[in-house]
């Protein structure tokens, strides 16, 4: 069975409205697992000791309406990032979560705090209690 050349127009358009769609998705509501926030403040971590935390935060602000294209670049550095990520899993997850502009702002909050040194190890950014 052969599709007509209008059906297939017609798959294709579909099939791009769903791809914009979802590349310019302002929101996709992931969830943080225990696991991703750990990943997330490991690599806060890392650039802290390395006094990269201001440059990574201005990166992120700047990049945050282009944040699925700036996860895609990533991977394209893959073999250079096997310094700071030894396990491969642990490095397809930060590009999944930099995806996401809600685990965005999450990094910038654990990166912020950690330079000021108020951070409190496994607590989720934005859900303090205060008295």
């Known amino acids: ?15 791009m409205k769903d791809w914009f769609a979802h590349a310019f998705a ?3 509501g992931l969830e943080l697992s225990a696991e991703d926030l750990a990943l997330l403040e490991k690599m ?3 650039l802290v000791k390395r006094k990269l935390a201001e440059p990574s935060i201005m ?5 945050k309406p ?4 700036g996860s ?3 991977v394209f550095i893959r073999p250079f ?3 700071v990520f030894k396990k491969k899993d642990e490095f ?3 590009t999944t979560l930099l995806e996401d502009r809600g685990s965005i702002e999450k990094f910038i909050g654990i990166l912020e705090e950690m330079m000021d040194g108020k951070y409190d190890k496994g607590e989720i950014v934005g859900e303090k209690e205060t008295d």
């Open 26 to 28: 302002v929101d996709g």
């Open 59 to 63: 990166a992120l602000e700047t990049c």
């Open 72 to 74: 895609q670049a990533l």
């Open 1 to 15: 069975m052969s599709l007509s050349f209008r059906k297939l127009k017609k798959l294709n358009k579909q099939h």
């Open 81 to 83: 990032v096997h310094m």
């Open 92 to 94: 397809d997850r930060f």
């Open 44 to 46: 806060a971590s890392w």
């Open 66 to 69: 282009l944040n699925f294209v």
